[in-house]
């Protein structure tokens, strides 16, 4: 059974979901309709409950953690994580969790930074995969010329993201 919750944040709307073992998406978009879609494709097996009085408590307090560490530089909540990857993904996925509120790596230092310097293109496509916007912290990844390169959620949020934390908040 996975448990979720849609808000609105600063950045847009955020769905957060999380099985027993923790939160296994975070979504951010323009639309809670969609966003809701989105988490049906990405677990169409599985049960999917919007959050009521069992869960609405910690479901709450992950997303004000969050929202406060987006918005307001708070440091990045320690949320419980169930992480769906290949053993590759989470490797890269640990390597940004090092990489410092403020501080950016490039998609080639991070792929050096795990131990495959060659492969450039799959550790790009390990932050597409990321299901867990933020917490894995995707947007810390740049192109090697500087430039934003992609982004799950869209470029905007990228940039803002990066902007507040390279600001402190």
């Known amino acids: 059974m996975i448990v979720y919750a849609v808000r609105d944040t600063a950045i847009g709307a955020l769905l957060m979901a999380a099985t027993a ?3 296994c998406l975070v979504e951010f978009g323009d639309d809670r309709d969609l966003l809701v879609a989105r988490l049906h494709d990405e677990f169409p097996r599985a049960s999917l409950v919007p ?18 560490h987006v918005v307001q530089g708070a ?15 989470i490797k890269v996925w640990r390597f940004l969790l090092s990489v410092k509120p403020g501080q950016v790596v490039s998609y080639g230092e991070l792929a050096k930074g795990i131990g495959h310097a060659d492969a450039v293109r799959a550790v790009g496509t390990a932050c597409g995969a990321n299901r867990v916007a933020v917490l894995i912290p995707c947007h810390r990844a740049l192109r090697a010329d500087g430039s934003l390169g992609g982004y799950r959620w869209g470029l905007d949020r990228k940039r803002v993201l990066l902007d507040n934390e390279q600001r402190g908040g």
Do not use: C, I, N
């Open 75 to 89: 440091p990045r909540p320690a949320l419980p994580l169930d992480l769906r990857g290949t053993a590759f993904q």
């Open 51 to 68: 959050s009521g009085e069992s869960a609405r408590e910690p479901l709450d307090a992950w997303m004000d953690a969050l929202d406060a």
């Open 21 to 23: 073992r923790g939160v």
